[in-house]
T-cell receptor
């Protein structure tokens, strides 16, 4: 079955640096990947979506890449701030390309320190 | 606030009791999803409605779990004969397109 793998170890980074989080998937290439942010005790909040025919997507300080050869998506936060500290979840939709249920990775916790 | 709301936010129950959770999606959204999340894990899909039709159920959803979405508006998730393994955060999400909007979740503790 399809799996989404994220580094379960926390990522600690200094304020101002670029944080890079990795999402790997097995088996089939999903039609799209989504990235969500989750703060403790709250539901996930959508950040970005990237389709399989897109190599890169940007939104303010956020950048997502999608490499179907490596079966990997990278999520970058530039000029990171302590307020960026949270768990970041990678999720894939179904192979058909239609909006559908999401399969999530375990998430990577990011801690940005002063 | 016009976001997704869930009620209750917290529920403590004894093993063997039945519990019911409610989700009110964003009003113009036709799709509604239920997920379950345990500590250190990402959300796991449970079931999905398009309008009032339940289109998919996960194999995780045993026969003790049932969900409804009458009239295609709010949804309820009922767990019968709760077990300690049911302790988790139950998340509801709604969508009109690709992006899913999540509610704050209902945290269930089964003693």
């Amino acid at each position: 079955s399809q799996k989404i793998e994220q580094n379960s170890e926390a990522l600690n980074i200094q304020e101002g640096k670029t944080a890079t989080l990795t999402c790997n998937y097995t088996n089939y290439s999903p039609a799209y990947l989504q990235w969500y942010r989750q703060d403790p005790g709250r539901g996930p909040v959508f950040l970005l979506l990237i389709r399989e025919n897109e190599k890169e997507k940007r939104k303010e300080r956020l950048k997502v890449t999608f490499d179907t050869t490596l079966k990997q998506s990278l999520f970058h936060i530039t000029a990171s701030q302590p307020a960026d500290s949270a768990t970041y979840l990678c999720a894939q939709g179904g192979p058909t390309g239609t909006a559908s249920k999401l399969t999530f990775g375990t998430g990577t916790r990011l801690q940005v320190t002063l | 606030d016009t976001g997704v709301s869930q009620d209750p936010r917290h529920k403590i129950t004894k093993r063997g009791q039945n519990v019911t959770f409610r989700c009110d999606p964003i009003s113009e959204h036709n799709r509604l999803y239920w997920y379950r999340q345990t500590l250190g894990q990402g959300p796991e899909f449970l079931t999905y409605f398009q309008n009032e039709a339940q289109l998919e159920k996960s194999r995780l959803l045993s026969d003790r779990f049932s969900a409804e979405r009458p009239k295609g508006s709010f949804s309820t998730l009922e767990i019968q004969r709760t077990e300690q393994g049911d302790s988790a955060m139950y998340l509801c999400a709604s969508s009109f397109s690709w992006e899913q909007f999540f509610g704050p979740g209902t945290r269930l503790t089964v003693l």
